[in-house]
């Protein structure tokens, strides 16, 4: 049972991501800075917690607040943290600039990373011929550094999956995406467009999208508990029913507990991955964003890891 529901995972190519990665987020001390630290110990204690991989520069990981010298020092430190645990990482160069983006793509593929995260320019929404010189550029400047496009709801420029499979095949490099996934239809069409290529999709929606053809998660459940977000995954892989369960309970939990929080306080996402890491206690992260972004109170986050426990008890056992 096991072999089969793995099968679409040993079709991709071996440069393509797989499995439950851990966000590296990052600890903001009480001047607003970035606790390095810290964040050095909560990269550490997610590299041991069981993930697939780990990644820098996501949306928890506040790409778009970052300063060059800070871009670059956590680059370093992602670096060296997953080759002392022996773990995959993939560093996000996302940046509004493209032409900042290609300038970190260069000064990071020297680390060579498993792959590069990057979203499409944003100022502009760029169109098809635009996105084709981007992405094509950044092939050039890195060629033999894998590609992963991370292309979310609040994007700009959203790529059908005609789309990417174009990008694909004009764009050897490109070997997966981050995409917010869909219904049944969905995924019967990114079976079609995409075969041989790494779909990552929410990881509140794990078990169903992995059912579907999906092939692994950057995921916001790690952000909660990656032992936890780990131990479905195993699950997700052998009891596909039992898996189903857990992911109404995440949902459940998120819908009540967390999704209020960006009405209730005026706040982002990354502030909700934030509040979440906080309310599970791993690792020494509070719920602070870097200037000028809000963030969820501490007596939310107390309440949320209350509710979080209550929710999921065998993940804290």
Known sequence: MRAELDDHLTHLPAQAPRGVWGAVMLAIDDRGAIDWEATEETIARLCAAGVDGIYSNGTAGEFHCQTEPEFDRLCDLVAASAARARLPFQIGISQSNPRVARERLTRASALRPAAMQFTLPDWWPPSDDEVMRFVGGLCETAPDTPLVLYNPPHAKRRLTLEGIARLHAAVPSLVGAKLPGGDANWYADMRRELPGFSVFVPGHTLATGFAQGAHGS??????????????????????????????????????????????????????LDKAMAAAGGWAPLGSRLLWPYSSVPDEATATLAEAARTAFPEWWE
């Open 218 to 271: 950057y995921s916001n459940v790690a952000c909660l508990n990656p032992k936890g977000a780990v131990t479905w995954w195993q699950m997700i892989r052998t009891d596909a029913a039992a898996a189903a369960k857990v992911e109404t309970r995440i949902q459940a939990f998120l819908a009540t507990h967390v999704l209020p929080f960006r009405a209730r306080y005026d706040v982002s996402d990354a502030a």
